[in-house]
């Protein structure tokens, strides 16, 4: 295989490229995903079964190359409501469930016979702000313009939130407060980028700097249904920004329709997600901060359009660079860039990705936001 140009993460890109034999041939359709004929793999279970919407049977392979799974089959249900979730639990009629709400976790930590099990992944959730146009749709200022394109007030607004407010009381303690891209542990993190705390003070002066000493007028759009507390969070983050002493509205909508929207650059502000599932930080930094180059393959999910080619070039360096120490001093640089000098987004926490288990069993949490059935053991 031959690569257009240095590419150090080859390895890990290719783990998510998923390869079909060719003796399948190439009329291959969803129908022959349904009824296994297309279900390989070198993993721990076999295709048993699905009916679509309900369940997906697994069976242990008995020639794995790994440890061998602890169940000789599994069945994954699919109950997409909260609360029937967590009833199908204390009713033991599951053995464990996925996606637990945060509002639901100290109910399940009281009783006895059920744990909670939580970690920390790389789904960022953050507010993106239109620093791009000289006049954008919802904000507004009695000198006229866009308050956003200048750092001072992109850096106040970072300011005016507590983060830990909003892991306690809008998460129920299940996010994690941050300031940069991706959490401690994934190449890109850098202890240069502390979680920003709050300081309503310091906001008002840098406002007042920036030539907006009485605030402006602006509008918050975001999800209803994709993010854990989306809603819950953007009504947090507005009256933090109007204790502040701006003028600032919520308009939240279904997924499907927000974003179609932030596609086409409908809002001034909104709250985003990006989860990392490689480990790294450098897809994040070049998909959602990059400058929008689609011959480049950079600045897809950069829906506000920030631009900085500083920050560009630190991130196409470090993305090229086989040598470690480069990379992680080069990716410091880019995340000290962006968050903390040009503040082009603003994070506000990772999620948590939370799991109930009946007693007898544990499960080997991973920070990516999904639940492999080979993670979950009875307890020793």
């Given at each position: 295989m031959t690569t257009d140009e240095p590419t150090p993460d080859l390895i890990e890109q290719l783990g998510s490229v998923y390869i079909l034999p060719s003796e399948l041939g190439t009329e291959i359709s969803s129908?022959?995903?349904d009824n296994g004929t297309a279900a390989i793999g070198t993993g721990p279970w076999r295709?048993?079964?699905w009916t679509p919407n309900e369940r997906l049977t697994l069976t242990a392979h008995e020639d794995y190359w790994g440890d061998a799974p602890a169940y000789s089959d599994v069945v994954i249900r699919y109950i997409p409501n909260d609360a029937g979730r967590v009833a199908a639990l204390i009713a033991g009629d599951v053995d464990v469930i996925d996606a637990v709400p945060a509002g639901d976790v100290p109910a399940i930590e009281s009783r006895s016979a059920v744990q909670i099990v939580a970690e920390t992944t790389g789904r960022l959730i953050y507010l993106a702000l239109d620093s791009d146009r000289e006049d954008s749709p919802f904000v507004s200022a009695p000198e006229g313009g866009n308050p956003l394109q200048d750092v001072r007030?992109?850096?106040?607004?970072?300011?005016?939130?507590?983060?830990?407010?909003?892991?306690?009381?809008?998460?129920?303690?299940?996010?994690?407060p941050t300031g940069q891209l991706v959490p401690e542990g994934f190449v890109g993190w850098t202890d240069q980028v502390p979680v920003p705390q709050a300081d309503p003070e310091a906001a008002r002066a840098l406002l007042a700097e920036a030539g907006y000493p009485d605030g402006f007028t602006i509008t918050l759009h975001g999800p209803n249904n994709?993010?854990?507390n989306d809603a819950q969070i953007l009504q947090a983050v507005s009256q933090l920004f109007a204790r502040a002493g701006l003028t600032s509205t919520v308009e939240a909508m279904p997924s499907n329709i927000f974003f179609d929207r932030a596609s086409q650059q409908d809002f001034s502000a909104f709250l985003g997600g990006f989860g990392t599932t490689t480990g790294s930080a450098i897809r994040g930094l070049q998909q959602v901060i990059a400058t929008n180059d689609p011959e480049a393959g950079?600045?897809?999910f950069n829906r506000t359009r920030f631009s900085d080619p500083e920050f560009d070039a630190l991130v196409a360096r470090a993305a090229q660079s086989f040598d470690e120490a480069e990379r992680d001093d080069l990716l410091a640089q880019a995340t000290v860039r962006a968050f903390t000098e040009q503040q082009a987004i603003i994070p506000l926490h990772f999620e948590q990705q939370i799991w109930a288990l009946r007693e007898g069993l544990t499960y080997d949490a991973r920070p990516i936001e999904r639940t492999l059935a080979q993670d979950i053991r009875p307890a020793e």
């Open positions: 129908r022959d995903f295709y048993g079964g007030v992109r850096q106040a607004l970072s300011l005016m939130l507590d983060r830990q407010m909003i892991s306690d009381r809008i998460m129920n303690g299940t996010a994690t994709r993010y854990q950079t600045g897809g």
